[in-house]
C-alpha cells in the first residue's frame, strides 16, 4: 500500500484520536527554553496539577533555541491528538516579524487552548555598575556608547524585542548579546559578563531578592505588587514604555473538539485553584485563563503589533 500524504496522515490521526478516550497515554508539553527560566516555571505549575486532571501525567520536554521557533516547528509537526502541547510565549507572535520565511504557520498550525498568564519585565543590572536607576542607566550609557552589554534569551525573543524598544526610546546605544534561553542569560549577568538585561520577572526575581542583581524598574504600564517600590519605565524616563511576556498552551493544528474543549476546561479550572493560583502570583504574573477565541485574537493582534515594531526598528533575525 502506498505510503499516506502528510495531509491525509494527519486526517487518519485526527479520526483516531477522536474514536478513542483521551488521553491513553502521558501528554507531552513542549516548553521553548531551557530549565528553570520563566515559561519553564509556568509550565511546570501547570502541567503537574493538569496531568492529575487528565488522569495521565503531563511531561516536560524542554526545546530551547531558535528564538523559540524549534518548539513552535516540533509542536506544529505533531499528532494532533492532545498529547503534544506548547507552552508558548509572546515570541511566538514575535517571530513573524523577524523572520521573512518561517517553516510554519504562526496561527493556522496550531489549536489555541488558553491563555495562562502574564509577566512583566525587570530592567536588573549587574550590582558592579554604579546606576541606581533606569536614568543613570541611561545616563551612563549615552556616556560610553556602545561600551554595555545587555543579554536576551535569544534573537527574537521576548527579552529581546523587550530591550530594542527600549534601545529605541532611551535613544541609547547598548550592545545586544543573545542567549539561547533566559537561563544563560541570567548565570551571565550575575557573573558579570554582561551589564544589564530587561528580564521577565521569574528569572530575575530570585536573584533580586538575594542582592546578586539591583533592579531598576518594571516593565509594566503600573507598578506590581510584587515590587511596589519599583517604578516603571515609563515614570523612570522614558514615557511611554511598557511591555510584558504571556503564557498560553497551544495544540498542533486540526485537534479535536471535544479533547480541545477539555484542555481549555480542565486548565482554566486549575488557574482557578488556590495553590496553582497562589504560585503564579508569587513569582510575579497575573493569572489569565479565558477561552479559544480569546487566545486566537490576542495572538493574531500580537503578531501585528510586534511586527509593527520591528519594522519600524528594521529588525530582522540574524
Request: charged share 15%; net charge positive.
Amino acid at each position: 500500500m502506498a505510503a499516506l500524504g502528510p495531509a491525509l496522515s494527519c486526517i487518519v490521526a485526527t479520526v483516531a484520536a477522536a474514536a478513542q478516550p483521551y488521553p491513553v497515554k502521558p501528554v507531552r508539553m513542549i516548553i521553548p527554553a531551557g530549565p528553570g527560566g520563566g515559561v519553564d516555571t509556568v509550565a511546570r505549575v501547570v502541567g503537574q496539577p493538569l496531568g492529575v486532571a487528565l488522569g495521565q501525567p503531563v511531561i516536560m520536554d524542554n526545546r530551547p533555541g531558535a528564538g523559540t521557533m524549534l518548539a513552535s516547528e516540533l509542536t506544529a509537526k505533531s499528532p494532533p491528538d492532545g498529547h503534544t502541547l506548547l507552552m508558548a510565549t509572546n515570541s511566538h507572535a514575535i517571530n513573524v516579524g523577524l523572520h521573512k520565511n518561517l517553516r510554519y504557520d504562526p496561527v493556522g498550525d496550531f489549536t489555541q487552548i488558553t491563555l495562562v498568564a502574564s509577566v512583566p519585565y525587570l530592567v536588573v543590572v549587574h550590582p558592579s555598575l554604579p546606576v541606581r536607576s533606569v536614568k543613570d542607566l541611561v545616563t551612563l550609557a549615552r556616556r560610553h556608547p556602545g561600551k554595555l552589554h545587555a543579554a536576551s534569551a535569544g534573537a527574537g525573543s521576548g527579552t529581546h524585542l523587550a530591550f530594542e524598544l527600549f534601545r529605541s526610546m532611551a535613544a541609547v546605544d547598548i550592545v545586544h548579546v543573545p542567549y539561547k534561553s533566559g537561563t544563560p542569560a541570567i548565570v551571565d549577568l550575575v557573573g558579570g559578563h554582561v551589564q544589564m538585561m530587561i528580564s521577565n520577572i521569574i528569572n530575575s526575581s530570585p536573584h533580586v531578592r538575594a542582592k546578586r542583581l539591583n533592579a531598576l524598574a518594571i516593565s509594566a504600564a503600573k507598578r506590581s505588587a510584587t515590587y511596589p517600590e519599583l517604578p516603571t519605565v515609563a515614570e523612570s524616563g522614558v514615557p511611554g514604555y511598557q511591555a510584558d511576556v504571556w503564557y498560553g498552551v497551544m495544540a498542533p493544528a486540526r485537534l479535536p473538539g471535544e479533547i480541545a474543549a477539555r484542555l481549555n476546561r480542565e486548565i482554566v479550572a486549575l488557574l482557578q485553584t488556590q495553590p496553582v493560583r497562589e504560585r503564579l502570583l508569587t513569582q510575579g504574573a497575573e493569572v489569565l485563563g479565558g477561552t479559544p477565541e480569546e487566545f486566537a485574537v490576542l495572538l493574531r493582534n500580537d503578531i501585528r503589533k510586534w511586527a509593527k515594531v520591528t519594522a519600524a526598528l528594521d529588525l530582522r533575525a540574524e
